[in-house]
């Protein structure tokens, strides 16, 4: 593996997105007390609750004062654009969790690590956020994807890694691939960190889910990009809100993520993240059922995948290699994914 330093061009629009610097025009002392510029003209209690994506009478605005529904908490997702964050003013801003950007991977080959990554996870994680790397995939093909998540996995195994291990999807450099090519490359990613025993979660925009990779396709969380529309869509868990956040603690404007699954939870109970049911045997063939309907595709009741398969009734894989959605799956005489 080659480690390189992140040029400029590779990064995202938000999740890479560069340091903003303010500039300030000089006023006079009557345009300072028009413009509230200056010592003496910190926000007041009644203009904080007027905040845009902070709570008011215990729910979560956006920007038009409406409220977020079904939103649980609040987060934050950096990378070394965002230079040295104050991790304890994060915490202090009803911060809950954080989405640390590890590495740009697959680019010819290339693993870049993001130089803030461990300070950022260290650091947020002691102020007690909860904390998850998300890498910047780039790779073009499935075998190429699973190296990638191998990589992320072992990197990950070094933090008290407590959300959903992320995988970013918008590069240019993977979204001109077909549709079904894509899709199988983020579903091989995502099996490989589940099989690491993470909870998989994959970002991508509102645009790219619905014209670049059939998220039907996809048995994952998803954390939408949308800004200023609707945050709802299939299998939305997490939703990132704005790229003009300003929190406590940051330099300049920073993407504001909202969690609508209460991941701290599950992944300290590492209950309520799986699939709820009980298997089933009928005439020798194994279902898992839940509320008398049978499950079709691949189901998590256990903390390992196993597929049931459609084309026969749900009926459990087992003892046999199987080609799903253009990748070559084995399954173990128990039915579990190897």
């Given at each position: 593996m080659i480690y390189k330093k992140l040029c400029a061009g590779l990064c995202t629009v938000c999740l890479s997105m560069q340091l903003s610097v303010p500039t300030f025009a000089a006023v006079s002392a009557s345009e300072s007390d028009v413009l509230k510029v200056g010592p003496g003209f910190e926000q007041?209690?009644?203009?904080?609750?007027?905040?845009?994506w902070?709570?008011?009478?215990?729910?979560?605005?956006?920007?038009?004062?409406?409220?977020?529904?079904?939103?649980?908490?609040?987060?934050?997702?950096?990378?070394?654009?965002?230079?040295?964050?104050n991790w304890g003013k994060v915490a202090a801003d009803d911060v809950s969790f954080a989405l640390i950007r590890m590495a740009s991977i697959g680019y010819e080959g290339e693993y870049t690590m993001d130089e803030y990554f461990d300070k950022n996870m260290r650091e947020a994680s002691a102020n007690g956020i909860h904390v998850t790397p998300y890498i910047y995939l780039q790779t073009r093909?499935?075998?190429?994807?699973?190296?990638?998540?191998?990589?992320?996995?072992?990197?990950?195994?070094?933090?008290?890694?407590?959300?959903?291990?992320?995988?970013?999807?918008?590069?240019?450099?993977?979204?001109?691939?077909?549709?079904?090519e894509l899709t199988d490359i983020v579903n091989a990613f995502c099996q490989v960190i589940a099989a690491a025993g993470y909870t998989p979660i994959v970002y991508s925009d509102y645009s790219k889910f619905t014209t670049e990779m059939d998220t039907n396709q996809i048995p994952y969380d998803i954390w939408l990009a949308r800004y200023g529309g609707d945050n709802s869509?299939?299998?939305?868990?997490?939703?990132?809100?704005?790229?003009?956040?300003?929190?406590d603690g940051i330099n300049g404007n920073v993407c504001l993520e909202f969690a609508f699954k209460?991941?701290?939870?599950?992944?300290?109970?590492?209950?309520?993240?799986?699939?709820?049911?009980?298997?089933?045997?009928?005439?020798?063939?194994?279902?898992?059922?839940?509320?008398?309907?049978?499950?079709?595709?691949?189901?998590?009741p256990d903390g390992n995948w196993y597929y049931m398969d459609p084309a026969r009734?749900?009926?459990?894989?087992?003892?046999?290699?199987?080609?799903?959605?253009?990748?070559?799956?084995?399954?173990?005489?128990?039915?579990?994914?190897q």
């Open positions: 007041t209690a009644e203009e904080k609750s007027q905040t845009p902070t709570k008011i009478n215990g729910v979560y605005v956006d920007d038009n004062g409406k409220t977020i529904d079904g939103a649980l908490y609040r987060g934050v997702s950096v990378s070394k654009w965002q230079g040295d964050v093909t499935v075998e190429e994807a699973r190296k990638a998540a191998e990589y992320a996995v072992d990197v990950a195994g070094k933090y008290n890694v407590s959300y959903p291990l992320a995988v970013d999807v918008e590069s240019k450099y993977i979204i001109d691939l077909p549709v079904q869509y299939p299998g939305r868990t997490m939703w990132q809100a704005t790229d003009k956040g300003t929190i209460d991941y701290g939870a599950s992944q300290a109970g590492q209950q309520s993240d799986l699939t709820p049911g009980e298997w089933k045997e009928e005439n020798g063939t194994w279902y898992f059922v839940n509320n008398n309907t049978r499950y079709t595709g691949w189901i998590k009734d749900g009926a459990m894989v087992s003892a046999a290699t199987m080609v799903i959605d253009g990748i070559t799956y084995s399954f173990n005489g128990s039915g579990v994914m």
